[in-house]
């Protein structure tokens, strides 16, 4: 077997995948992080001595998880205890209105139709099958291919792909989409929601975002011990192949030999060298020069930056609406919420509010301390003192009014309650200024700008949730393969590698 030197600078979800999968592979894999366990932006905060989900909590696409699993010799099944969720999300409105959101296409076809008529439960099935033909149509091309341009786009689609994003109109916003689908805007609201899951508006996202809706009508599962359990458990599997793990080491600057990677400097002046270099953290860090001059190159300056977020982990008794694990409350003018955040550069002042009620969703507790994580969006500013205690504090009673308004009564104490604003994600992830997804993804052309995993440093590899396929977690994940995927063609012994799931043969159905 192959004694390559491997560094994987980061241990989110994208350097686990790149991690386990080349230590499967025989080669010498070292993961350094600056934080003292796995998952990058999968973040557990302790609250009151309780384990709080405080980063992404919504599981999709099961099946790249599936794939990740089988090809290094075991089952998702086997290491992990997820639990499909029939309730995708209960979604509320101040100005009155609640509508439970099925991932069974006949129960939410009938939610919809109780909650706006008919006609519009009609519009609903046609957006759903719309929805599932562009995911359809993009699964291949665009979300498995290695590295998407335009021109190879076009040539993968074929006539009938083509067809289908003609009909959806490629360069219209998924918001003008949604009004030729919707005539509640309440709807529209609520579907206009996925574009933020990419971190972006929904008057900038291009239509083809509608796909996000296909992902989670697929399924949303809850995992047994939250979302970090599966951060952990992938650190085990690769430790268990082999890969050895440095915690609280954080990475100073990548090392170039002869101008291709050669090792990584920890803040200390340790030296790892290596063949080769993963690195699975924001491009904006590299392109910035905070891992050096020498390896600004490998990653283009970052456009618009996307969405950070103001969150609190709560850990405290709730009265009143019966909560299921994913929650979403929205206000009337939902238009100013992006304008306050893209044009305005501020934290929104009529903002939506997600509450992940971590003990809900499977008959968890209704009484007692419930594990919470509300999030607001907001500007990614981190780092620039722009966002003041007043800001934050006007903020944060505007979040609690509107859940009060929905009929949440909440009231943590201090001790309860753990904060973390733009500034506190801007330190966690340098150079980003707390933007949580990378780039926006604003404009139909925005889906070509983020970096391939090959990077133009040689030996240089890029991975997480600012390169493509995109944002979230089974992205950064399926990112974290075709690194794995691009280094291992950069050996001399190739001839030993297949890729995993980059291409047909798996289905997420």
């Known amino acids: 077997m192959s004694a390559d030197r491997v560094v994987v600078v980061g241990a989110g979800i994208a350097g686990l995948t790149s991690a386990l999968l080349l230590a499967h592979r025989g080669l010498q894999v070292t993961v350094v992080d600056a934080a003292s366990e796995p998952g990058g932006k999968i973040r557990r905060v302790m609250v009151d001595g309780a384990p709080i989900d405080s980063g992404p909590t919504v599981f999709t696409m099961k099946w790249i998880f599936d794939g990740i699993l089988d ?143 296909q992902v989670e009508m697929d399924g949303v599962w809850s995992v047994d011990g939250g979302m970090h359990a599966l951060a952990q458990m992938m650190a085990r599997l690769a430790r268990e192949r082999g890969a050895q793990f440095r915690w609280g080491a954080r990475c100073e600057r990548i090392e170039l030999t002869g101008g291709r990677a050669s090792g990584v400097l920890l803040e200390g002046g340790e030296r790892l060298p290596a063949d080769r270099v993963v690195f699975n953290g924001d491009i904006a860090a590299l392109a910035s020069g905070l891992l050096g001059d020498p390896v600004r190159r490998a990653a283009p300056a970052v456009g618009q930056r996307s969405l950070s977020a103001l969150t609190w982990s709560i850990h405290a008794p709730t009265e009143g609406l019966a909560l299921d694990r994913h929650n979403v409350f929205f206000r009337s003018d939902y238009r100013s919420e992006f304008s306050d955040i893209f044009e305005a550069g501020r934290l929104p002042r009529r903002p939506t509010v997600y509450v992940c009620a971590q003990d809900r969703g ?28 007043e800001a934050l504090a006007e903020c944060e009673s505007t979040t609690f009014s509107l859940l009060h308004r929905c009929g949440l009564a909440l009231s943590p104490q201090p001790h309860q309650v753990v904060r973390t604003s733009p500034e506190d994600f801007d330190q966690l992830f340098p150079a980003t200024g707390g933007a949580l997804y990378g780039q926006a993804t604003h404009g139909w052309m925005s889906a070509f700008a983020r970096s391939p995993s090959t990077s133009p440093v040689p030996g240089l590899f890029l991975a997480g949730g600012s390169v493509h396929p995109g944002p979230g977690v089974p992205m950064a994940a399926m990112s974290g393969q075709l690194a794995a995927a691009a280094l291992m063609g950069s050996l001399a012994s190739t001839s030993r590698w297949r890729p995993v799931a980059t291409s047909g043969g798996m289905s997420m159905r």
Not at 91 to 118: I, N, S, T
Not at 163 to 175: A, D, E, F, I, T
Not at 362 to 386: E, F, K, S, T
């Open 362 to 389: 499977q008959d968890g507790p209704q009484a007692g301390a419930q594990r919470l994580l509300c999030l607001v969006n907001a500007p990614a500013i981190g780092g620039r003192g722009l966002i003041t205690s």
């Open 71 to 213: 090809a290094v010799g075991t089952r998702l099944d086997r290491e992990l205890v997820t639990r499909p969720l029939p309730l995708l999300a209960r979604h509320f409105w101040d100005e009155g209105g609640e509508l439970d959101l099925f991932a069974d296409p006949a129960a939410a076809f009938d939610a919809v139709a109780r909650f706006a008529g008919l006609a519009e439960a009609e519009r609903f099935r046609a957006f759903c099958a719309q929805a599932r033909e562009v995911y359809d149509t993009l699964e291949g091309p665009f979300i498995r291919s290695t590295s998407p341009t335009m021109t190879r786009m076009v040539g993968d689609l074929g006539l009938r792909g083509l067809s289908v994003l003609s009909r959806l109109g490629p360069m219209k916003s998924l918001w003008n989409s949604l009004g030729h689908h919707f005539r509640d805007p309440r709807l529209q609201q609520l579907f206009g929601r996925y574009a933020t899951y990419c971190g972006s508006s929904p008057w900038e996202a291009p239509a083809t975002l509608m796909l996000i809706a």
